[in-house]
Nanobody, 122 residues
Framework: QVQLVESGGGLVQAGESLRLSCAASGTIVHINFMGWYRQAPGKQRDLVEAITSGGITNYADSVKGRFTISRDNAKNTVYLQMDNLKPEDTAVYYC????????????????WGQGTQVTVSS
């Protein structure tokens, strides 16, 4: 089994920064995509930013130039540096990873973290 443990959320004022971390543990052969999603009250869960094991990134237009994703493949950890935060960034942020569990199968399974609250006051 695989667990994703997030940390780094909190309450900040507009213009400030936060750094989220997500560490994957368990039976892991390889992790392809790792990413961050967010869900505000009453809204769907949307992609914020994702990164492949090779460092290719994909991000939402709303965070361009403000958020930066990175990962440490040796530690199975992904980070999200969030700068110049805005009240509309307020949401629960979820970590996501596509994990290969065995050497015998090429199948990847998707796992989610429990979520961490980010609140930005104006």
């Amino acid at each position: 089994q695989v667990q994703l443990v997030e940390s780094g959320g909190g309450l900040v004022q507009a213009g400030e920064s936060l750094r989220l971390s997500c560490a994957a543990s368990g039976t892991i052969v390889h992790i392809n995509f790792m990413g961050w999603y967010r869900q505000a009250p009453g809204k769907q869960r949307d992609l914020v930013e994702a990164i492949t094991s090779g460092g290719i990134t994909n991000y939402a237009d709303s965070v361009k130039g403000r958020f930066t994703i990175s990962r440490d493949n040796a530690k199975n950890t992904v980070y999200l540096q969030m700068d110049n935060l805005k009240p509309e960034d307020t949401a629960v942020y979820y970590c996501n990873a596509d994990v290969r569990l065995t050497y015998y199968s090429g199948t990847y399974r998707t796992y989610w973290g429990q979520g961490t609250q980010v609140t930005v006051s104006s």
